[in-house]
């Protein structure tokens, strides 16, 4: 090997380790902006509201930490399921957001539950104030991202669905009747964790992606049909108001399930590039945010 070639390799395997390097740091600094929603450690942050209870009332320990993961899990309960629909509410509303997390389906169904809910969960967006709803509210009136697993082999049980309680989407350029709209996924079986994110851009267009592949696109989320939801505030019966913001929550429907790794990436915030917080992928703005020196 002569001087030339041996130098030649050395500013290229020089360039490979820079741009390696450079990958490194963008990428840190990508995580970076993303907020962990969930500690790891405990449910700070977090408030529950369970179908027949008060506010804060987490009966049976419905959701609890263990091993870094949310667990959703009825040995407590006394009795059959009862209709005790829960949800775990992060206390900070969002509106234009990339959501991302884990989850898995454990187990069997609690007895009682209807049959729907077999290998069924899901993470509400837009969803009402958990502090507003009334004690026999069954369900928030929200946008679900609806989370399935195959119970049969060779029958098709995508995952990552659009489901409506209270509310209505347009799909494919109308109103959409259904309550619920399939996505394109595949079918999982098992207990094998399935990676979800959900891009809302306010009351525009929604994405679902699963395992990396996006699965289903709709719009203007907005209040609808109230015959899902029972026991909900007369105020909430205002029929194609847009839903421009709202709480996420985690979905307890008598089916064990364990979510893990939940963070978002706020997608509103200042959008002027003279200011210290400007992000370029920002795509709502406030204004109020900016930081300047």
Request: hydrophobic share 30%; proline share 4%.
């Amino acid at each position: 090997m002569n001087l030339f070639t041996k130098t030649k390799g050395i500013f290229k395997n020089s360039i490979v380790f820079v741009w390696v390097l450079l990958c490194t740091f963008w990428a840190q600094g990508q995580d970076d902006d993303w907020q962990v929603l969930f500690n790891g450690d405990d449910l700070r942050g977090w408030t529950t509201k369970i179908h027949h209870y008060d506010v804060g009332d987490n009966y049976g320990d419905t959701f609890r930490v263990e091993d870094s993961i949310i667990k959703v899990r009825y040995d407590q309960y006394e009795g059959d399921f009862n209709d005790r629909y829960a949800h775990l509410y992060y206390d900070e509303p969002f509106s234009h957001f990339h959501l991302s997390m884990e989850y898995r389906f454990l187990g069997e169904v609690h007895p009682g539950a209807p049959v729907f809910v077999e290998k069924n969960s899901g993470v509400m967006y837009h969803s009402e104030d958990p502090r507003k709803m009334l004690k026999e509210q069954n369900w928030p009136i929200s946008v679900e991202m609806q989370f399935l697993a195959g119970v049969e082999e060779g029958k098709s049980r995508p995952t990552g669905n659009m489901c409506s309680p209270g509310t209505d989407v347009v799909y494919q350029g109308k109103i959409d009747p259904r309550h619920c709209i399939s996505s394109s996924s595949k079918t999982y079986f098992g207990d094998q964790w399935v990676k979800a994110e959900l891009i809302v851009r306010g009351d525009s267009v929604v994405t679902h992606i699963i395992n990396g592949e996006t699965v289903l696109e709709y719009t203007k989320p907005q209040l609808g049909r109230t015959g899902v939801v029972k026991g909900a505030r007369p105020e909430m019966d205002k029929k194609g108001e847009l839903l421009k913001e709202g709480f996420i929550a985690l979905q307890s429907e008598g089916q064990p399930i364990d979510f893990r790794r939940i963070k978002i990436k706020n997608l509103k915030g200042c959008m002027d590039p003279k200011a210290k917080n400007y992000k370029k992928y920002f795509i709502a703005s406030d204004p109020d945010s900016c930081v300047y020196e």
